[in-house]
């Protein structure tokens, strides 16, 4: 039930934009994103709910298909702050299932 | 702010030996969580907690057990612990309610070792 990320890993250069997917072989009722630096513990960015709401983050913002069991978060003018390991979580029956997890390097 | 504190940073331990991990949340949360962190693995769930005494298993709880005896602190306990154990282990708490899956909080993590 493990949700399947794509890329595994990217790397960036300051201002550059890149995206992350994240797919599922279940129906979903939510997508979770969570960004984990190094060395620190994984921080909540947002949860795109069925039927299209939106909640989180101002500067970082992702896409919810519900039909393909799809999420994808879009990066935008990167900054060196956005380097970390970004990992979605989908929601299934009440349980969170992460991904494994996609490495993002955002260079000078 | 939410605050998820884990007793250890840093473990060591021997094979067979009985390993606690404590995890204490200051934000009433009702939910609580054990994930271990490997690489190219992702988090995976291990126990979680949806209120005091109450565990259910999640993808990985082979090996583990978990306690809960008050709301805001979430144990798991290696029975006898085993170098395929050794890892990352972090804690997690959520809101409960609504029976929504809520944004979790996460602890710093507790990195073990078993020699």
């Known amino acids: 039930q493990q949700p399947v990320q794509s890329p595994q890993a990217v790397i960036l250069r300051e201002g550059e934009d890149a995206v992350i997917n994240c797919s599922s072989s279940?129906?979903?009722?939510?997508v979770h994103w969570y960004r984990q630096k190094h060395g620190e513990a994984p921080v909540f960015l947002m949860i795109?709910?069925?039927?299209?709401e939106q909640k989180g983050h101002d500067k970082i913002s992702a896409s919810f298909n519900e039909k393909k069991q799809q999420s994808s978060l879009y990066l935008t003018a990167s900054q060196l702050s956005y380097s970390g390991t970004y990992f979605c979580?989908?929601?299934?029956?009440?349980?969170?299932?992460f991904g494994t997890g996609t490495r993002l390097t955002v260079i000078p | 702010d939410v605050k998820v504190t884990q007793s250890s940073r840093y473990l060591v331990k021997r094979t067979g030996e009985k390993v606690f991990l404590e995890c204490v949340q200051d934000?009433?949360?009702?939910?609580m969580f054990w994930y271990r962190q490997d690489p190219g693995l992702g988090l995976r769930l291990i126990y979680f907690?949806?209120?005091?005494?109450?565990?259910e298993k999640g993808d990985i709880p082979e090996g583990y057990s978990v306690s809960r005896e008050k709301k805001e602190r979430f144990s798991l306990i290696l029975e006898s612990a085993s170098t395929n154990q050794t890892s990352m282990y972090l804690c997690?708490?959520?809101?409960?309610?609504?029976?929504?899956?809520?944004?979790?909080?996460f602890g710093p993590g507790t990195r073990l070792t078993v020699t």
């Open positions: 279940k129906a979903l009722y939510s």
């Open positions: 934000m009433d949360h009702e939910n």
């Open positions: 997690a708490s959520s809101l409960g309610a609504g029976g929504q899956v809520h944004e979790q909080y």
């Open positions: 979580g989908t929601e299934i029956l009440n349980n969170l299932f």
């Open positions: 907690s949806y209120d005091v005494k109450m565990k």
């Open positions: 795109l709910l069925k039927g299209g």
